[in-house]
């Protein structure tokens, strides 16, 4: 059971990216965009980064044309019909991740194997929504895919030993190495990430110190290449609070419960870099703490002698 040719459900990032990866490693790869519109502005993405990095030196003209190449671009997901592996990678939602297995189960060949790149939700639930649990399993890719060497390969108590087999193979040939857990919710990574970053933020609103001390403190104390309010930045704040509540549901323990401040903050829409605030202002260089964050409520001030009588008015409350 080898793979030779790969689709991928979804242009955003991930799927963007991890196309990118399989089809540097000489896959042929189809790539399907499943929201409205042209996959024009995915693909300009695209060009754009492998054009920075050819600027730096980081890749080869040859290597940028092979890539493009060998990806094929579609809004039509019967375009997936023919694929060796097909891998779903759109929004982080049980019920549209269902819908469309569903459908990419009636057109797709019987042999395909069907991946999926959640972080933390059920593969067995996705894959009851198709009739090839045998040929289904989780692919977790890390961004960013061209630079974080793991792959968490999934296997559902139905899946198949050549199924696993043939997907880790794969994730090999794309110069990675894979891992594989079990089928529970988090994973690995997830399962250890998430609560770190989670305790960042409570430590945070208890105001054991502003976020820039407590990054540059896991960054300089622990060697972390990013600190935690960086890193959730990074992979998305919306992303970070879903999969808290994916393990807080599974698990029931309070660590996994996301904070308040979190949960505001992904209501505001300050979701992290992809929206140019988070946790940091990323609308000039450097980026600086989201003013949001550090600034008293309106009316209010939390520092100086406008505090004092605060101070003095609750002693006198505990003193009655």
Request: proline share 5%.
């Amino acid at each position: 059971m080898t793979v030779r040719t790969v689709g991928i459900l979804g242009t955003g990032m991930m799927g963007t990216a991890i196309a990118r990866a399989c089809a540097a490693a000489g896959c042929k790869t189809t790539i399907v965009k499943v929201t409205p519109g042209t996959c024009e502005v995915a693909l300009a993405k695209l060009d754009q980064a492998l054009a920075r990095e050819i600027a730096k030196s980081k890749l080869r003209e040859e290597d940028r044309q092979r890539i493009l190449g060998n990806l094929t671009w579609s809004t039509a997901i019967e375009d997936l019909a023919a694929c060796d592996l097909i891998i779903e990678s759109i929004v982080e939602d049980l019920l549209k991740k269902q819908e469309y297995l569903e459908t990419l189960d009636e057109i797709a060949k019987e042999s395909t194997i069907f991946a999926s790149n959640t972080s933390t939700l059920c593969i067995a639930q996705l894959a009851a929504a198709t009739r090839r649990s045998e040929r289904f399993l989780g692919l977790h890719f890390f961004n960013p895919v061209h630079l974080m060497k793991l792959v968490e390969v999934v296997p559902t108590l139905a899946t198949r030993a050549e199924v696993v087999a043939a997907a880790s193979e794969l994730v090999r040939s794309l110069g990675k190495t894979p891992v594989v857990v079990r089928d529970a919710t988090g994973f690995v990574v997830n399962r250890l990430l998430v609560p770190y970053l989670l305790d960042a933020v409570r430590a945070l609103e208890s105001g054991l110190a502003p976020l820039e001390a407590i990054d540059q403190s896991m960054q300089l104390g622990c060697g972390y290449p990013m600190g935690p309010f960086a890193l959730a930045d990074y992979i998305g704040l919306d992303i970070v609070f879903a999969m808290a509540e994916n393990l807080y549901q599974e698990f029931k323990e309070p660590r996994f419960a996301p904070p308040p401040l979190l949960r505001r903050l992904v209501l505001a829409g300050m979701v992290g870099k992809k929206k140019q605030k988070g946790f940091y202002d990323y609308t000039s260089e450097p980026a600086r703490a989201n003013a949001a964050l550090t600034r008293p409520p309106a009316g209010g001030s939390v520092t100086g002698d406008e505090e004092q009588p605060t101070r003095t008015a609750l002693k006198a409350a505990e003193l009655r």
